[in-house]
């Protein structure tokens, strides 16, 4: 399958300070990416630079073979053919919804702006309620108000920023649920921004790590996570025990040792309490279904996981179940 929208070597400064360089992607029709990383990596510089609500000095972006960007040439943020979510939703309070919805349809006639409109809150589960104001509305219905507007113009690129920030957990995963199911059956392509790692795996397929303005790794979420390339994406994700090479207690894993890696990472739960290796349980604390241990060895503390509990102070011997994975410092 070919890519329909293409990023190649974005640059965004601001005020004199680069806050995104060498930025690339490529997604195919109805892909859906998280752009994840910590507060202040350049996440939401990045989805307004290709949407052309901030300018980018440098980079070529397209969409469907159209070109939005190339270096000095701008395309309009109108002409964009792009949709796009706020984290606040920045809906009009004093527009009814069916209003909220309209408003993306200006200059359209009346019979056709209508029809959108009931047809964009039947898709979005919102049929009935498009004389109700924004502050009568559950979190969950704001959200797909927004996305109903978004999507009012049939854009060819969703972009959503946090656009799960102000659900209550409660909800989140249903309105997540609902939300992928309406992408992928209209293959609609979305890019969302979050700093949370666990819509990633609820909502993506595919998964950027966005560093200090940088993309440290890009594919699909599950081998981002598994097979982490760098130890900041490891450390983000939270992936597991991250060991220098040269800390390794003698005797706990295999490893086959690559050039150039400075770590390796040991899953929690690929651990079993039969090895040679003596440790000692500093803590143990149940996690639902699983108990998660805090263990040393050698001065190296590690997290291990367990179906029961462990004692307090006891001793256990450590043994690894699988060939470390190798991480760059």
Not at 72 to 80: D, N, S, T, V
Not at 258 to 269: A, C, F, K, T
Not at 289 to 297: E, G, M, S, W
Request: aromatic share 8%; proline share 4%.
């Amino acid at each position: 399958m070919s890519s329909v929208f293409q990023v190649e070597n974005l640059h965004v400064a601001l005020q004199g300070q680069s806050v995104l360089s060498h930025f690339e992607l490529s997604l195919n029709q109805g892909d859906i990416l998280c752009l994840l990383g910590p507060s202040g990596c350049g996440k939401t510089t990045a989805l307004k630079a290709l949407a052309g609500l901030i300018p980018a000095q440098k980079g070529v972006i397209t969409l469907f073979d159209k070109t939005l960007k190339k270096n000095a040439y701008e395309l309009p943020p109108e002409q964009r053919d792009m949709g796009f979510i706020f984290q606040d939703y920045a809906l009009f309070p004093h527009m009814t919804v069916a209003e909220n919805i309209a408003y993306a349809l200006k200059g359209a006639g009346k019979e056709r702006i209508d029809s959108t409109v009931e047809e964009c809150l039947r898709l979005v589960q919102l049929s009935g309620l498009g004389a109700r104001y924004p502050h009568q509305l559950s979190g969950g219905q704001q959200q797909r108000t927004a996305v109903a507007r978004a999507l009012a113009k049939r854009p060819k690129l969703l972009l959503m920023d946090e656009p799960f920030s102000n659900i209550d957990n409660q909800v989140k995963q249903s309105l997540m649920t609902e939300l992928r199911q309406l992408l992928k059956a209209h293959q609609i392509t979305c890019i969302f921004v979050t700093h949370n790692k666990q819509e990633a795996f609820s909502f993506a397929d595919k998964t950027a790590i966005l560093n200090r303005g940088q993309l440290e790794q890009v594919g699909c979420t599950q081998s981002v996570f598994e097979q982490p390339s760098s130890r900041f994406v490891a450390d983000f994700m939270e992936a597991g025990n991250l060991v220098p090479i040269n800390a390794l207690p003698p005797g706990l894993a295999a490893l086959d040792q690559q050039e150039n890696n400075s770590y390796v990472l040991l899953r929690e739960n690929g651990f079993a309490l039969d090895g040679s290796v003596n440790a000692k349980v500093s803590d143990s604390v149940y996690m639902g279904f699983r108990y998660r241990n805090r263990i040393t060895v050698n001065d190296v503390t590690l997290f291990v996981e367990s179906t029961h509990a462990l004692t307090i102070g006891n001793s256990v011997n450590l043994r690894y179940l699988h060939t470390p994975i190798c991480v760059r410092d």
